[in-house]
Each structure stands twice: as structure tokens, then as C-alpha cells.
């Protein structure tokens, strides 16, 4: 069956950018048409018709980092030590759908316990569940009692063993690799948030293992030395990339020009709960914080969006809530949802999938009241979301 999706503009992502009064054509999962409402509409006479006055369709949002093994709650962690895997998934499944219900119709999961976030991909892939295309990664790798040991990616770091990790991981049928290059927040008595888990050399085997096996790289790394590290050993993505030194903030000139030549990407990995980093560090400091992501813009630093979704109250069902940092920044709305459509794809190598609405790619589109053009919160005002061609009507916020 054919799907004519209209509205009062159809925002593309893009250099054709805005189709006013249009729509989309869907047919068997694809996007085959977008135009004019009235044209497509005469073309496809048979197809079941959703129209939206007064909306606008864009690309289905990408969220380059979530986490769906933790529920969000105040005790993630516990939550998940506490859960057999079969609850867990119930729980992963409900957060894949809250994800789609916020108009996020892919995710890239960076890191889950037992491989349980790749079970989800497949139950969505096949239908099972309803949720967002998932790229996952399985168990991060991680030093023994380092950050997120409890995830069951402990790893000695010797290179036989590190190439034997990357290879079960292959063989698990993750889409990346996920490696914690620093210390992180959320794991009692592992290393500093500033501190490095692996050295140069190390990182440089895991890139090559995984390249072997056709998989990228995620570091997470807050470490200023662990960001130079991960760089230099030429990882895909940096998650966080928080510039931390033993004394504070140590943003490295040298490092930003090396990602933006060698076209490392950043991932923030920050929820709408950004307002309250002032309240917990210092205004100064937070504003020091979230500037480093603008100064890597500027720079010619690729930065997509992830919101760190199941660490503690950082939802799955509020993804727009997180871009207003973008806005505080200064950057503009198209530059904005850009970030969370078009240029995800491409640093995920995506491209050809989805992030953009053009004939041929998969139809992931996402309806929202209003104009998030003109007003970036109308994109929490999610109407309908069709993900790989099936649409999904949102439940009321949880
Ligand atoms: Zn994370």
C-alpha cells in the first residue's frame, strides 16, 4: 500500500530545502516521491492519506548516542544490575518506542550489556517491535573495573586480546565499536573522568581490528589526552570530547585541527538536562563547557547530536528538548535540524539510507505541529512518525 504523507511544508534537508503545501509518496518502506501536494496526490490516487495543515514533515531525527539497556530513571545502574536480560529487553522495546514516539527513527546505541540492544535492532528490523532503526555496538570495551565494567566489556589490554574482543563483537553482529578511552561518571572507583583506560597504541589496535571487520569507531573520551590519543589513533567518532585535564578545561588547538582534517566527528552526548549543568559546576564553567561544542563548529569540527538517552533522567521520549542547546549556542534552526538528520547519516555513513527526504532513501519521516524552522520546539510536537515506511502514532508524552 501507498502512504501520501502532506503537510503545509516539507522541510528536505536538502539544497532544494523547502516544499511548500507538499508531500511525501511512500511505497514499500522507500520515499518514491516529494513535491507538490496537489501533484502527488494526482499521481498516487489509491494511496492512504495522512494530511497535516498547519505541520511540517522533516527527515526522522537521528540520536547518535543512547544507551536503551539503562531505563533513565535515578538508579540506572541498579536497575539494570538487577534486571535478567528478558526484562530488560521488555524495557529496551518500551524505550525504542518512546524513542520513535519523540519523531528519533534511528539510534545509534553505544553500549548495552549481553549484546541486548542488537536483539532489538533485529526484533525491529523483523518487525517484532515497534522502534527506530538501531545501530549498536554491544558491550563497550573498557578496562578491568573501568567505566561501565558492569556491562560485561572488561578487556585486557594486551593486543591479542583487544583484536579477540573486536572480533566477538563482529561475530555478535554489532554495527560499531564502543570504546571508553577515559574514565567516565556514572562507575564507582574507576579512573577520573580526565583519565586515560588505554593508551595510543592500544586505541590504534582496536581501530585497525575494527576496520578488519567493516566497523567504526566510537571513543568516549572527556580526557583531553585520551581525546589525542583516540584521535591520533583515527577513530570515527569522539562521544563527549569534554576537553578534561587533571586542573580543569584543556581544550587543544592542534587536536581540534587534526579531527577536522582526518573528518572525526563529535558526539556530544548531552539531554535536554543541559540547563542544570550551571547549578551542579558553576555557570562559568558550563558555559566554558557547552562553548567547546561551537568552537569545534567553527573550527570545521563535524558535531552530531546524541543525548546519552537511559543514563540517569536522561529520557528517550524528549529528544528536541536536548537540541535547545544548539539554539543557546547560537546556531540557527536549518543548521540545527541538519545535525540531527542529515549530517548524522553521513557521519554514521547513513547517507544513503536516511537524513534526508529523497526519492529512494528509506522513508523515515517525522510530522511535527508548526514550523521547528521558525521555532525549534514545535519539533517536540510530534504528530506522526513513519519509520522505514511504517507509521507510528505517538502515545501522550510519559
Ligand atoms: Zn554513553
Excluded at 578491568?144 to 578487556?155: D, I
Excluded at 569522539?238 to 586542573?247: A, I, N, S
Amino acid at each position: 500500500m501507498r502512504l501520501l504523507v502532506s503537510a503545509e511544508r516539507v522541510w528536505t534537508a536538502t539544497d532544494e530545502h523547502l516544499v511548500e503545501d507538499g508531500a511525501v509518496l511512500v511505497e514499500r518502506g522507500l520515499i518514491t516521491a516529494v513535491g507538490p501536494r496537489a501533484e502527488l496526490a494526482e499521481s498516487a490516487p489509491d494511496a492512504h492519506v495522512y494530511d497535516f495543515p498547519g505541520h511540517t514533515i522533516l527527515p526522522g531525527l537521528i540520536n547518535a548516542h543512547v544507551h536503551l539497556s539503562l531505563d533513565a530513571g535515578a538508579e540506572p545502574i541498579n536497575t539494570l544490575l538487577a534486571s535478567e536480560d528478558d526484562e530488560l529487553l521488555d524495557g529496551m522495546a518500551e524505550r525504542a518506542e518512546q524513542a520513535l514516539d519523540a519523531g528519533t527513527t534511528t539510534v545509534r546505541d553505544l553500549g548495552d550489556r549481553n549484546g541486548t540492544a542488537i536483539r532489538i535492532r533485529d526484533a525491529v528490523a523483523r518487525g517484532e517491535i515497534t522502534g527506530p532503526r538501531v545501530l549498536a555496538a554491544g558491550p563497550p570495551l573498557t578496562v578491568h573495573g573501568g567505566h561501565c565494567w558492569f556491562l560485561g566489556g572488561e578487556v585486557e589490554r594486551d593486543e591479542n586480546s583487544l583484536r579477540r574482543a573486536i572480533a566477538r563483537r563482529a561475530e555478535l553482529g554489532a554495527d560499531t565499536v564502543k570504546v571508553m578511552a577515559s574514565g567516565g561518571q556514572i562507575t564507582p572507583n574507576s579512573p577520573a573522568m580526565w583519565q586515560s583506560q588505554f593508551s595510543e597504541d592500544e586505541l590504534r589496535v582496536i581501530v585497525d581490528e575494527s576496520r578488519r571487520h567493516g566497523l567504526p569507531v566510537a571513543a568516549h573520551a572527556h580526557g583531553s589526552d585520551a581525546i589525542t590519543d583516540a584521535v591520533a589513533a583515527g577513530v570515527t567518532t569522539v562521544e563527549h570530547c569534554t576537553w578534561l585535564g587533571p586542573d580543569g578545561m584543556d581544550e587543544r588547538e592542534a587536536v581540534i585541527r587534526a579531527m577536522r582534517d582526518s573528518g572525526v566527528r563529535v558526539c556530544a552526548g548531552q539531554s535536554r538536562n543541559w540547563h542544570g549543568l550551571g547549578a551542579m559546576i558553576g555557570e562559568d564553567l558550563a558555559r566554558r563547557f557547552h562553548r567547546r561544542l561551537s568552537n569545534l563548529v567553527e573550527d570545521g569540527v563535524g558535531v552530531i547530536i546524541g543525548t546519552d538517552a537511559g543514563v540517569r533522567n536522561s529520557v528517550f521520549h524528549d529528544f528536541a528538548g536536548a537540541l535547545g542547546l544548539y539554539e543557546h549556542l547560537g546556531f540557527d534552526n536549518d543548521r540545527i535540524l541538519r545535525m540531527a538528520t542529515s549530517e548524522a547519516a553521513e557521519a554514521l555513513d547513513l547517507g544513503q539510507l536516511t537524513g534526508r527526504i529523497v526519492p529512494g532513501l528509506r522513508a523515515d519521516l517525522v510530522v511535527v505541529r508548526g514550523d521547528p524552522l521558525a521555532r525549534l520546539s514545535d519539533l517536540g510536537e510530534v504528530a506522526l512518525t513513519v519509520a522505514n515506511g511504517r507509521p507510528h502514532h505517538p502515545r501522550a508524552a510519559a
